[in-house]
């Protein structure tokens, strides 16, 4: 992929090898460990004595070489015919979507049933989602897209450590990417969506439409703009410093021989060290900057596997977090056969908001829509999606019509109302907490987390809870803790909390 590593992530150190921005692609996050960004840009091993080839085509391993099993890059398209946007006609639509993904097209989907003029933009319109989403089930329950998972477990697991387990009663789905993305371009097709396969490389806006300057050489009018290329933020404009946590993960999905979890129940967290005992180097390391396994098993043989670091300002190396997964599938007895995919995953977490109001609107990473306390997006970003539709309808159907600056500040309004930035405040308290904790103190965290009322965690971790719902959890979280997290939380979480006050404040 061309263009320049992307702004987001240049903080984080370049032994991520993380995505470059191009304007016009979607939404690139995964939620494997929810809501993820990744990098698609994989090497197969030139270490080819560990290796031979399958007859499904995926690269089987021999003796320990793991981390070379590197799949070749697979790329599938969906067999749609979609009409596409006619230039020469020089149509001022109602609605550019500069990005393909889950955001962008369930906002083009939602807009164009009410009859107005949409265009989606994106240089793979086709090309089914390379990332894999992980869901709370209730969530999607909530948008009518059940349809879409084609995995559930009826609940999950967190490894507190060796002698804590923590057993959570709420269904967890991996999403069915390409029934998600077919369902919704076939909804777009029939409400009249045009597409347009491109590049947007410039936007000029005049007072009433907005000019897309695509890097085929064709310009698309526009009365709104919306960017829903995630993290890359291509259109949507900050300003101010941007110093975000990085959520990092690598991740397999497996072929093995046998693993050690309960197929019914998809593993949240597992914060156990032992498999690092011989090997104090990484131990220690581990001790500092904790990561946790992911793993949601399809059946005793197949099984997705991701060793996540949770946050962390810088992001850790990718290699760190390999070496560790290579000595936790070690220890549990995990013996790989074979790998269908690999994934290496970046998350920016926190940082500001992007200026508020601005001339184009944003949805998902690029408006600053991830969980600053645990990486989740999608979900969010979806329940999101008839927000903004809605009020885009809204207003281009108003009397005498608004539109250029005072559409976009309205859109934005209601994006982000003031409920939602001071609970994103919040959120960002949270994160700079779990910046400071080491293992033991990150442990002592979500043993008294997920010790709260369902209706408090689940709520968190949706983003359902507002100030001063989010007071009482805090008061919750804290009474629930062990008098050596309660230090803990006060030492380390009075700087961030008069921050989050001051910032409160100003808002």
């Known amino acids: 992929m061309d263009g320049k590593l992307m702004d987001t992530v240049l903080k984080a150190h370049n032994q991520h090898g993380f995505l470059r921005p191009v304007c016009g692609f979607s939404e690139t996050v995964s939620i494997l460990s929810p809501s993820k960004l990744q990098n698609q840009e994989?090497?197969?091993?030139?270490?080819?004595?560990?290796?031979?080839?399958?007859?499904?085509?995926?690269?089987?391993?021999?003796?320990?070489?793991?981390?070379?099993?590197?799949?070749?890059?697979?790329?599938?398209?969906?067999?749609?015919?979609?009409?596409?946007?006619?230039?020469?006609?020089?149509?001022?639509?109602?609605?550019?979507?500069?990005?393909?993904?889950?955001?962008?097209?369930?906002?083009?989907?939602?807009?164009?049933?009410?009859?107005?003029?949409?265009?989606?933009?994106?240089?793979?319109?086709?090309?089914?989602?390379?990332?894999?989403?992980?869901v709370w089930v209730d969530e999607f329950e909530a948008m009518d897209l059940l349809d879409c998972l084609d995995t559930t477990w009826s609940g999950a697991v967190v490894f507190i450590n060796d002698q804590t387990k923590k057993d959570l009663g709420r269904p967890y789905g991996r999403v069915n990417r390409k029934q998600l993305k077919s369902k919704m371009l076939q909804k777009c097709i029939a409400n009249g969506v045009k597409f347009h396969q491109a590049k947007v490389i410039k936007v000029i806006h005049e007072e009433a439409k907005s000019l897309l300057i695509c890097n085929d050489g064709v310009t698309i009018q526009a009365t709104v703009v919306l960017d829903a290329t995630?993290?890359?933020?291509?259109?949507?404009?900050?300003?101010?410093?941007?110093?975000?946590?990085?959520?990092?993960?690598?991740?397999?999905?497996?072929?093995?021989?046998d693993h050690p979890f309960d197929v019914d129940k998809?593993?949240?967290?597992?914060?156990?060290?032992?498999?690092?005992?011989?090997?104090?180097?990484?131990?220690?390391?581990?001790?500092?900057?904790?990561?946790?396994?992911?793993?949601?098993?399809?059946?005793?043989?197949?099984?997705?596997?991701?060793?996540?670091?949770?946050?962390?300002?810088?992001?850790?190396?990718?290699?760190?977090?390999?070496?560790?997964?290579?000595?936790?599938?070690?220890?549990?007895?995990?013996?790989?056969?074979?790998i269908e995919e690999d994934e290496r995953c970046?998350?920016?977490?926190?940082?500001?908001?992007?200026?508020?109001?601005?001339?184009?609107?944003?949805?998902?990473?690029?408006?600053?829509?991830?969980?600053?306390?645990?990486?989740y997006m999608v979900a969010r970003t979806l329940a999101a999606a008839p927000i903004v539709a809605n009020s885009i309808v809204s207003y281009l159907g108003s009397n005498g019509g608004v539109s250029g600056n005072e559409l976009s500040a309205n859109v934005w309004k209601d994006l982000w109302p003031i409920k939602r930035r001071r609970q994103r405040e919040f959120f960002c308290f949270g994160m700079d907490i779990l910046l400071k904790l080491d293992l033991p103190g990150t442990r002592r965290f979500f043993n008294a987390f997920f010790d709260l009322e369902p209706h408090y965690w689940h709520g968190f971790l949706s983003s359902r809870l507002f100030?001063?719902?989010?007071?009482?959890?805090?008061?919750?979280?804290?009474?629930?803790?062990?008098?050596?997290?309660?230090?803990?939380?006060m030492a380390k979480g009075t700087l961030p909390l008069v921050k989050m006050i001051g910032n409160l404040i100003r808002d």
């Not at 398209?77 to 001022?92: A, I, N, R, T």
């Open 42 to 134: 994989l090497r197969l091993s030139s270490r080819k004595g560990h290796l031979r080839r399958a007859k499904n085509g995926c690269i089987r391993a021999s003796g320990t070489a793991l981390l070379e099993l590197v799949p070749e890059i697979k790329k599938e398209s969906l067999e749609f015919e979609l009409p596409m946007y006619d230039p020469s006609k020089g149509l001022v639509v109602d609605l550019a979507v500069v990005g393909g993904g889950p955001a962008g097209l369930a906002v083009a989907q939602q807009v164009s049933e009410a009859g107005l003029r949409v265009c989606s933009i994106d240089p793979s319109p086709k090309l089914i989602w390379p990332n894999n989403y992980g």
């Open 346 to 375: 970046v998350i920016p977490m926190g940082g500001p908001l992007p200026v508020l109001p601005q001339r184009v609107v944003g949805i998902g990473g690029t408006a600053g829509m991830v969980h600053p306390s645990t990486g």
């Open 266 to 338: 998809m593993v949240f967290m597992d914060w156990r060290d032992s498999h690092l005992k011989g090997n104090m180097e990484l131990k220690e390391r581990n001790s500092r900057i904790p990561t946790f396994l992911y793993a949601m098993p399809f059946s005793s043989n197949r099984i997705f596997l991701e060793e996540t670091s949770l946050v962390a300002r810088p992001g850790l190396a990718m290699e760190d977090i390999q070496q560790r997964m290579v000595a936790r599938l070690k220890h549990l007895g995990i013996k790989v056969k074979a």
């Open 467 to 489: 100030l001063p719902e989010l007071i009482f959890f805090g008061l919750s979280l804290f009474s629930h803790a062990s008098n050596t997290s309660r230090v803990e939380i």
């Open 230 to 257: 995630g993290f890359s933020r291509c259109l949507v404009q900050y300003d101010k410093p941007y110093n975000p946590g990085y959520q990092v993960a690598y991740g397999i999905l497996a072929e093995v021989e």
